[in-house]
């Protein structure tokens, strides 16, 4: 089992920044790929960003390309989405995902384990 716990969010303004982060803990020996998606209230689950632990490779969905960044520490078992330009569509509950193999980033199913998600909210 891995455990997954997201922070790092919270209430900014338009155009603000944020960081969150995915601590994981467990059996993190066996994992192929981190990826963060987001849930809008009655909108679908989106993906934003994946990464590779082994390559490092990161994929990202249409909507943070170019605003958001997505990135490993191997050293501590956290996965990082470092959120820029923040826009009120931004606004969601933003959860971290674990797969031990991984066809295809952008699929929640090929992910086995979650987080409970964490709040992001912009204003304007």
């Known amino acids: 089992q891995v455990q997954l716990v997201e922070s790092g969010g919270g209430l900014v303004q338009v155009g603000g920044s944020l960081r969150l982060s995915c601590a994981a803990s467990?059996?993190?020996?066996?994992?192929?790929?981190a990826g963060w998606f987001r849930q809008a209230p009655g909108k679908e689950r989106e993906f934003v960003a994946a990464?590779?632990?082994?390559?490092?490779?990161?994929y990202y969905g249409d909507s943070a390309k170019g605003r958001f960044t997505i990135a490993a520490d191997n050293a501590k078992n956290t996965v990082y989405l470092h959120m820029n330009s923040l826009k009120p569509e931004d606004t969601a509950v933003y959860y971290c995902?674990?797969?031990?193999?991984?066809?295809?980033?952008?699929?929640?199913?090929?992910?086995?384990?979650w987080g409970r998600g964490t709040q992001v909210t912009v204003s304007s």
């Open positions: 467990g059996r993190t020996f066996s994992r192929d790929a």
């Open positions: 995902a674990e797969g031990s193999s991984v066809s295809r980033l952008s699929r929640a199913d090929d992910y086995d384990y």
């Open positions: 990464i590779r632990w082994s390559f490092g490779s990161p």
